[in-house]
């Protein structure tokens, strides 16, 4: 099967050093691929360029096997590529509705102008929200006045509804509770049956070998290996992070072929 | 080696055109905001009179700050003036600077506005015979009833000077009861919309019992005749001081009685004057037109040379337009046929 | 239902504006008693109505400024420049006589407070230089350039046609027609409450209270406009053209805010400029969007003071950005960034400036009423902390 997505010896530079080398992934549909690696290893790096909100030193992004430019977060939503940041990129001071439509606002025109759709955006955002978590029903309130599982719901309804194809979640259990936890988890099983194609971000191992298909870990701004979640334990990951070590279990594929590439 | 060339060349000039020129002096002047409209006029009065006595002319400007005009006149002394001209900005604070550049030996010239130090030769309209003028041509028309006070910017010691001048004159009026003042206020600034605004609000608490207005200067007229107009209080009597363009104008169509003129090439042409007598060595006491101004509670008493202001009304707006401050078109525009003598030839 | 309680649910922008409301009511009658009846006479009120609409004016401006987390200190500078440019085009360059002439120089003064605010709104969202410096520069700039280009110089008088924007004789809408206008408000105001209600966007307390303080309102203003006779005849002088061109832009400025995408993300970039910018919000044109449509406004407020003043001088607007600062901060705009009210900002105008005439009708000096202002001023936002940390 077409991988969904493919990322291809992406090179990013930052002041001369790389932030990101030769770096080569795939993602298929329905898939949950982990991205593990410390601070500095370029997982985000790797993940603003596949939002359109950094441009590449050079490297390629297919979608369904045709290259694609990526120069905005604009550009990045029109292909159905959506980030979900840590800090959920929320304004605080706009109710969910709002945040919801924030700079994709639908409008009709009168006089000449464009005016909010209210109408319309409430009932959609209503529905979206309602489909990520049933229970939500706080749409006047301000978002700085929700709580963090409520918060996240609006978030991940924004990046998931219309088109949406690939999602990336930076960090989603951080900060949250295990009740909350348990709910993200559900989220992502159903965006799963979407067949959304889904990158997962996070410092929390455990979190992302029950939450990943695949694992990918990342260092120095290099590929180190990729794991199947089923068959891989914390320890493996753990190696991989630390010393670079690719377990026994490792995958072949484009993280595997970048390691090749090195060992010539 | 050029340089030296030049200077030789200079010496010889000065040789040429007599010992005067050996004597050329650097004259600085500091003002205290430049940003009117009779500043210009006075710089280049003063520019054009150094430059005919052969002398040069350092400027700067402290836009209305104390501290900023201290670094200024430091500045100037730096630069090597022989003589300091000083439009204070505020009168008081500026003394410190004025007496370092006496402790340096140049002599200072308190400009347009009083300085009070016993060592500062003061030249200038008198703000005090300026208030005189208003008051007197408003008595002239209106001797008695409700005067309306709208003073100038209260940190400014010109405007209280203007006030004091004013109230020499109504004072004693005001005493024996023919002359009432029902309201007065300080304009921040002497901005004219302000003093529009003050304007208004005193005819709404005075209404129609305002019988002249004594205003200090002719940008806050401007103002007092927009108010008065939308209240339908035409031709009441009103002062003001400078000679603006508009005003004289105003004269011309009735809605203003007088402006204190203050030709300020006079003022300027008389200071470069001084300068050049300082710089010749000459005693300035010997001088015609000079006085001693005492300030008594100071116990100080000082070199001035105080200038009286032209009284202009209806009745001489020709001495304006023969100086050449305003042309008869300025004076005219807008004024109905018929209504002033001044714009029928 | 206890007014304690009734208070408690109010939303804490709409407690604000009800808050702001009722000091100008006390503030009113107090002075009214000070004053003897004076305060509340037809002849105040249209002088209140009038001096007070400039600053109004610029504060819409200027509450959008804050919200988007900027400042301009150039307002004044900016106002008088344009002001400048149309006395000497209008009294100097033109023909005096010509009936083209004073729309010309007003079109043109307006493009020219436009063409600064884009000027400066591109310094600031494109260069990436902090509004507070490039609004300092500007201060300096255009005063200086207003010097410049005037020497100095007061000009005076304007073509009468211009006249009609400052208000008095010329500039007054006249009886009947500000009942028609009053009424036409009205119906439009009532309407957008009631709209509000619907939508859940109001409270029902809210929607009362502030129904019905603005009805009076409005209703008192255009009945005292219309009781103040023009000189020597009995006929009103009716609402006064600077508060028509206040009401006009700061409804049409307030329903692009309330209704159309640009208000949000005027809101969004203050609150958090990155999240803003990772979503979608064009960030750096809304920001250049605001300075232009300050800008305007500026010009708009020139054409105002010099039609009143009918003369253009050179410190036309001197210190002007700071009370228009104070009024938008006294109408509830955070210095944080997305925080701000339009109608909070003319209601903070309408305060500072009732203060003002009310010290001077009792004969108050001016550097008493200063400092009073100033009091007001750091009372306002205490008040406001004090209920931002309550809630």
Same mark, same amino acid.
């Given at each position: 099967?077409?991988?969904?997505?493919?990322?291809?010896?992406?090179?990013? *530079?930052?002041?001369?050093?790389?932030?990101?080398?030769?770096?080569?992934?795939?993602?298929?549909?329905?898939?949950?691929?982990?991205?593990?690696?410390?601070?500095?290893?370029?997982?985000?790096?790797?993940?603003?360029?596949?939002?359109?909100?950094?441009?590449?030193?050079?490297?390629?992004?297919?979608?369904?096997?045709?290259?694609?430019?990526?120069?905005?977060?604009?550009?990045?939503?029109?292909?159905?590529?959506?980030?979900?940041?840590?800090?959920?990129?929320?304004?605080?001071? *706009?109710?969910?509705?709002?945040?919801?439509?924030?700079?994709?606002?639908?409008?009709?025109?009168? *006089?000449?102008?464009?005016?909010?759709?209210?109408?319309?955006?409430?009932?959609?955002?209503?529905?979206?929200?309602?489909?990520?978590?049933?229970?939500?029903?706080?749409?006047?309130?301000?978002?700085?006045?929700?709580?963090?599982?409520?918060?996240?719901?609006?978030?991940?309804?924004?990046?998931?509804? *219309?088109?949406?194809?690939?999602?990336?979640?930076?960090?989603?259990?951080?900060?949250?509770?295990?009740?909350?936890?348990?709910?993200?988890?559900?989220?992502?099983?159903?965006?799963?049956?979407?067949?959304?194609?889904?990158?997962?971000?996070?410092?929390?191992?455990?979190?992302?070998?029950?939450?990943?298909?695949?694992?990918?870990?990342?260092?120095?701004?290099?590929?180190?290996?990729?794991?199947?979640?089923?068959?891989?334990?914390?320890?493996?990951?753990?190696?991989?992070?630390?010393?670079?070590?690719?377990?026994?279990?490792?995958?072949?594929?484009?993280?595997?072929?970048?390691?090749?590439?090195?060992?010539? | 080696?050029?340089?030296?060339?030049?200077?030789?060349?200079?010496?010889?000039?000065?040789?040429?055109?007599?010992?005067?020129?050996?004597?050329?002096?650097?004259?600085?002047?500091?003002?205290?905001?430049?940003?009117?409209?009779?500043?210009?006029?006075?710089?280049?009065?003063?520019?054009?009179?150094?430059?005919?006595?052969?002398?040069?002319?350092?400027?700067?400007?402290?836009? @209305?700050?104390?501290?900023?005009?201290?670094?200024?006149?430091?500045?100037?002394?730096?630069?090597?003036?022989?003589?300091?001209?000083?439009?204070?900005?505020?009168?008081?604070?500026?003394?410190?600077?004025?007496?370092?550049?006496?402790?340096?030996?140049?002599?200072?010239?308190?400009?347009?506005?009083?300085?009070?130090?016993?060592?500062?030769?003061?030249?200038?309209?008198?703000?005090?015979?300026?208030?005189?003028?208003?008051?007197?041509?408003?008595?002239?028309?209106?001797?008695?009833?409700?005067?309306?006070?709208?003073?100038?910017?209260?940190?400014?010691?010109?405007?209280?000077?203007?006030?004091?001048?004013?109230?020499?004159?109504?004072?004693?009026?005001?005493?024996?009861?023919?002359?009432?003042?029902?309201?007065?206020?300080?304009?921040?600034?002497?901005?004219?919309?302000?003093?529009?605004?003050?304007?208004?609000?005193?005819?709404?608490?005075?209404?129609?019992?305002?019988?002249?207005?004594?205003?200090?200067?002719?940008?806050?007229?401007?103002?007092?005749?927009?108010?008065?107009?939308?209240?339908?209080?035409?031709?009441?009597?009103?002062?003001?001081?400078?000679?603006?363009?508009?005003?004289?104008?105003?004269?011309?169509? @009735?809605?203003?009685?007088?402006?204190?003129?203050?030709?300020?090439?006079?003022?300027?042409?008389?200071?470069?004057?001084?300068?050049?007598?300082?710089?010749?060595?000459?005693?300035?006491?010997?001088?015609?037109?000079?006085?001693?101004?005492?300030?008594?509670?100071?116990?100080?008493?000082?070199?001035?040379?105080?200038?009286?202001?032209?009284?202009?009304?209806?009745?001489?707006?020709?001495?304006?337009?023969?100086?050449?401050?305003?042309?008869?078109?300025?004076?005219?525009?807008?004024?109905?046929?018929?209504?002033?003598?001044?714009?029928?030839? | 239902?206890?007014?304690?309680?009734?208070?408690?649910?109010?939303?804490?922008?709409?407690?604000?504006?009800?808050?702001?409301?009722?000091?100008?009511?006390?503030?009113?009658?107090?002075?009214?008693?000070?004053?003897?009846?004076?305060?509340?006479?037809?002849?105040?009120?249209?002088?209140?109505?009038?001096?007070?609409?400039?600053?109004?004016?610029?504060?819409?401006?200027?509450?959008?400024?804050?919200?988007?987390?900027?400042?301009?200190?150039?307002?004044?500078?900016?106002?008088?420049?344009?002001?400048?440019?149309?006395?000497?085009?209008?009294?100097?360059?033109?023909?005096?006589?010509?009936?083209?002439?004073?729309?010309?120089?007003?079109?043109?003064?307006?493009?020219?407070?436009?063409?600064?605010?884009?000027?400066?709104?591109?310094?600031?969202?494109?260069?990436?230089?902090?509004?507070?410096?490039?609004?300092?520069?500007?201060?300096?700039?255009?005063?200086?350039?207003?010097?410049?280009?005037?020497?100095?110089?007061?000009?005076?008088?304007?073509?009468?046609?211009?006249?009609?924007?400052?208000?008095?004789?010329?500039?007054?809408?006249?009886?009947?027609?500000?009942?028609?206008?009053?009424?036409?408000?009205?119906?439009?105001?009532?309407?957008?409450?009631?709209?509000?209600?619907?939508?859940?966007?109001?409270?029902?307390?809210?929607?009362?209270?502030?129904?019905?303080?603005?009805?009076?309102?409005?209703?008192?203003?255009?009945?005292?406009?219309?009781?103040?006779?023009?000189?020597?005849?009995?006929?009103?002088?009716?609402?006064?053209?600077?508060?028509?061109?206040?009401?006009?832009?700061?409804?049409?400025?307030?329903?692009?805010?309330?209704?159309?995408?640009?208000?949000?993300?005027?809101?969004?970039?203050?609150?958090?400029?990155?999240?803003?910018?990772?979503?979608?919000?064009?960030?750096?044109?809304?920001?250049?969007?605001?300075?232009?449509?300050?800008?305007?406004?500026?010009?708009?407020?020139?054409?105002?003071?010099?039609?009143?003043?009918?003369?253009?001088?050179?410190?036309?607007?001197?210190?002007?950005?700071?009370?228009?600062?104070?009024?938008?901060?006294?109408?509830?705009?955070?210095?944080?960034?997305?925080?701000?009210?339009?109608?909070?900002?003319?209601?903070?105008?309408?305060?500072?400036?009732?203060?003002?005439?009310?010290?001077?009708?009792?004969?108050?000096?001016?550097?008493?009423?200063?400092?009073?202002?100033?009091?007001?001023?750091?009372?306002?936002?205490?008040?406001?902390?004090?209920?931002?940390?309550?809630?």
């Amino acid at each position: 099967m077409k991988p969904l997505l493919q990322i291809e010896s992406m090179t990013k *530079l930052f002041g001369g050093v790389h932030a990101l080398e030769e770096v080569s992934l795939d993602l298929h549909s329905g898939e949950v691929v982990g991205v593990i690696g410390h601070n500095g290893a370029g997982k985000s790096t790797l993940m603003k360029i596949v939002s359109g909100a950094l441009r590449p030193d050079h490297g390629r992004i297919r979608i369904d096997g045709e290259t694609v430019t990526l120069d905005s977060p604009i550009r990045a939503h029109q292909l159905g590529i959506e980030m979900i940041f840590q800090d959920l990129a929320l304004l605080d001071n *706009l109710n969910a509705t709002e945040n919801f439509f924030l700079g994709r606002e639908l409008t009709r025109s009168f *006089l000449g102008f464009r005016w909010n759709d209210a109408q319309r955006m409430q009932t959609i955002a209503k529905e979206a929200i309602h489909n990520i978590n049933p229970h939500f029903h706080r749409f006047r309130t301000e978002v700085g006045l929700l709580s963090g599982g409520q918060r996240q719901s609006v978030a991940i309804a924004r990046a998931v509804h *219309l088109d949406t194809r690939v999602l990336i979640m930076d960090e989603p259990t951080a900060a949250l509770g295990p009740e909350e936890t348990e709910m993200v988890r559900q989220l992502v099983l159903r965006l799963k049956k979407r067949a959304l194609g889904i990158f997962l971000i996070g410092h929390d191992l455990q979190d992302i070998l029950r939450l990943s298909d695949r694992i990918v870990a990342m260092r120095g701004g290099r590929v180190v290996g990729t794991v199947e979640a089923a068959r891989a334990s914390e320890d493996d990951l753990l190696g991989m992070i630390i010393s670079g070590k690719v377990p026994a279990a490792a995958l072949p594929g484009p993280g595997a072929v970048t390691l090749d590439q090195e060992k010539d | 080696m050029k340089k030296k060339a030049k200077t030789l060349i200079l010496s010889a000039l000065a040789v040429a055109t007599g010992a005067q020129a050996l004597l050329a002096a650097t004259v600085g002047v500091s003002w205290a905001r430049f940003q009117e409209e009779r500043w210009v006029t006075d710089e280049k009065a003063l520019e054009e009179r150094l430059e005919e006595l052969g002398h040069r002319l350092l400027t700067a400007d402290a836009r @209305g700050s104390s501290t900023r005009q201290a670094a200024d006149i430091e500045g100037l002394l730096a630069r090597g003036v022989d003589v300091l001209l000083v439009v204070g900005h505020d009168t008081q604070a500026v003394i410190p600077a004025v007496q370092r550049a006496l402790d340096d030996g140049v002599p200072v010239i308190a400009y347009e506005r009083q300085i009070k130090h016993p060592d500062v030769t003061y030249v200038g309209f008198d703000p005090v015979l300026v208030g005189r003028a208003q008051a007197r041509a408003l008595l002239e028309v209106q001797p008695d009833g409700n005067y309306v006070l709208i003073k100038g910017g209260q940190q400014d010691q010109y405007a209280h000077g203007t006030y004091q001048g004013q109230m020499d004159e109504i004072g004693p009026l005001v005493e024996d009861g023919t002359i009432d003042i029902i309201a007065e206020q300080w304009t921040t600034d002497w901005k004219p919309e302000v003093a529009q605004a003050n304007m208004e609000n005193i005819i709404t608490a005075q209404g129609d019992r305002i019988d002249a207005v004594l205003c200090s200067n002719d940008g806050m007229a401007s103002g007092v005749v927009a108010a008065m107009e939308q209240a339908g209080l035409v031709g009441l009597p009103l002062s003001g001081q400078d000679g603006d363009v508009a005003a004289v104008n105003r004269i011309a169509r @009735g809605s203003q009685t007088m402006t204190a003129w203050k030709d300020v090439r006079v003022l300027g042409r008389r200071a470069a004057d001084l300068a050049d007598a300082i710089a010749k060595g000459k005693d300035l006491a010997s001088l015609p037109g000079a006085t001693t101004f005492t300030d008594e509670e100071l116990g100080i008493e000082q070199l001035a040379f105080p200038l009286d202001p032209t009284t202009i009304t209806a009745n001489n707006l020709e001495l304006m337009i023969e100086a050449g401050w305003v042309t008869r078109e300025q004076v005219c525009r807008g004024v109905p046929p018929g209504t002033a003598e001044i714009c029928e030839s | 239902m206890s007014w304690h309680d009734v208070l408690r649910t109010l939303d804490p922008r709409h407690k604000r504006l009800l808050a702001l409301g009722a000091s100008l009511v006390v503030i009113w009658v107090v002075f009214d008693l000070l004053s003897g009846g004076l305060f509340f006479s037809p002849r105040n009120f249209y002088n209140l109505a009038v001096q007070s609409s400039t600053v109004a004016l610029l504060t819409v401006g200027m509450v959008l400024v804050i919200i988007t987390r900027n400042i301009d200190l150039s307002v004044g500078s900016v106002l008088g420049l344009t002001g400048m440019v149309i006395a000497i085009l209008q009294i100097e360059v033109f023909p005096a006589a010509a009936g083209w002439n004073w729309p010309l120089t007003l079109a043109i003064g307006l493009i020219a407070g436009t063409l600064i605010g884009l000027w400066q709104g591109f310094l600031v969202a494109y260069v990436g230089i902090p509004s507070f410096v490039v609004t300092l520069a500007g201060l300096l700039i255009f005063r200086g350039l207003t010097f410049e280009i005037s020497q100095g110089q007061t000009f005076s008088p304007f073509q009468a046609g211009y006249r009609i924007f400052g208000g008095g004789q010329q500039g007054s809408l006249g009886e009947a027609a500000s009942w028609i206008v009053g009424g036409v408000a009205l119906v439009v105001l009532l309407g957008a409450l009631a709209r509000r209600l619907r939508s859940g966007e109001a409270s029902l307390p809210f929607t009362l209270l502030g129904g019905l303080f603005a009805s009076a309102l409005t209703l008192f203003m255009i009945y005292q406009f219309n009781a103040y006779d023009r000189p020597r005849t009995d006929l009103g002088y009716g609402i006064p053209s600077p508060l028509l061109l206040l009401t006009l832009a700061a409804t049409w400025i307030g329903l692009f805010v309330n209704r159309a995408p640009v208000g949000r993300h005027v809101y969004a970039v203050g609150q958090n400029l990155e999240a803003a910018r990772l979503v979608g919000v064009p960030v750096r044109r809304v920001v250049l969007k605001v300075f232009a449509l300050m800008g305007l406004l500026c010009a708009v407020g020139a054409v105002i003071t010099t039609s009143r003043l009918n003369a253009g001088t050179t410190n036309l607007g001197t210190l002007l950005e700071l009370n228009v600062i104070a009024a938008a901060v006294i109408g509830g705009a955070s210095l944080d960034g997305g925080r701000g009210s339009i109608l909070g900002g003319i209601l903070g105008a309408f305060v500072i400036q009732s203060l003002d005439t009310g010290m001077v009708l009792i004969g108050v000096s001016s550097s008493l009423r200063q400092i009073l202002i100033g009091f007001v001023l750091i009372g306002a936002v205490w008040v406001d902390r004090i209920a931002v940390r309550r809630s």
